[in-house]
């Protein structure tokens, strides 16, 4: 898949290990999160988080984009 967009992400550390699994070489992830789960997530070993971008007229609702890291892509 060129990339997977997810919202609601309840178990991250399962969506993140399917992902990588189905993303293509180039592909992304994009996760619709709030502002405390994108921080966790970003911390996500072997994989490579752009900056969160947020959502219009949204407080505390954010984009997170990633990638796996090319060393741990299977």
């Given at each position: 898949?060129?990339?997977?967009?997810?919202?609601?992400?309840?178990?991250?550390?399962?969506?993140?290990?399917?992902?990588?699994?189905?993303?293509?070489?180039?592909?992304?992830?994009?996760?619709?999160?709030?502002?405390?789960?994108?921080?966790?997530?970003?911390?996500?070993?072997?994989?490579?988080?752009?900056?969160?971008?947020?959502?219009?007229?949204?407080t505390r609702r954010v984009l997170l984009i990633g990638s796996p890291e090319?060393?741990?892509?299977?």
């Open positions: 898949a060129d990339f997977i967009a997810a919202r609601a992400v309840g178990s991250y550390r399962e969506l993140l290990t399917w992902c990588r699994k189905i993303l293509s070489t180039s592909g992304l992830v994009i996760l619709w999160l709030g502002v405390e789960d994108a921080r966790t997530v970003a911390h996500t070993s072997a994989w490579a988080w752009q900056e969160q971008i947020a959502i219009p007229n949204s090319r060393a741990e892509r299977r």
